[in-house]
């Protein structure tokens, strides 16, 4: 199995930004796709952005597009999330998780236990 964890969240305004990290203890990191989630309290959790496992292919969310931009380090093991322009409605935890394939939906095969995110106003 792989173990996510994810690391980079706090307290910004909004306007900031944000870069977030996610490191796995697998060697084998390079043949996952790797995505990211994010879940407020009372609510679902969402998508926010995928990539495939080259780095070559990526998808976001609408709500996130042109904001966030995901990247990975294969030879660091590490997936990042970059924020800009971040709104007080991004305050959330922040997963990442690995799949087979950066299809959506995508298809999840382990969970990290996410970072809080938390923009004033």
């Known amino acids: 199995q792989v173990q996510l964890v994810a690391s980079g969240g706090g307290l910004v305004q909004a306007g900031g930004s944000l870069r977030l990290s996610c490191a796995a203890s697998d060697r084998t990191f390079s043949s996952y796709a790797m995505a990211w989630f994010r879940q407020a309290p009372g609510k679902e959790r969402e998508f926010l952005a995928v990539?495939?496992?080259?780095?070559?292919?990526?998808d976001y969310s609408n709500s996130v597009k042109g904001r966030f931009t995901i990247s990975r380090d294969n030879a660091k093991n590490t997936v990042y999330l970059q924020m800009n322009s971040l709104k007080p409605e991004d305050t959330a935890v922040y997963i990442c998780?690995?799949?087979?394939?950066?299809?959506?939906?995508?298809?999840?095969?382990?969970w990290g236990q996410g970072t809080q995110v938390t923009v004033s106003s």
């Open positions: 998780a690995a799949g087979t394939r950066w299809n959506r939906p995508f298809p999840v095969i382990s």
């Open positions: 990539i495939s496992q080259t780095g070559s292919n990526t």
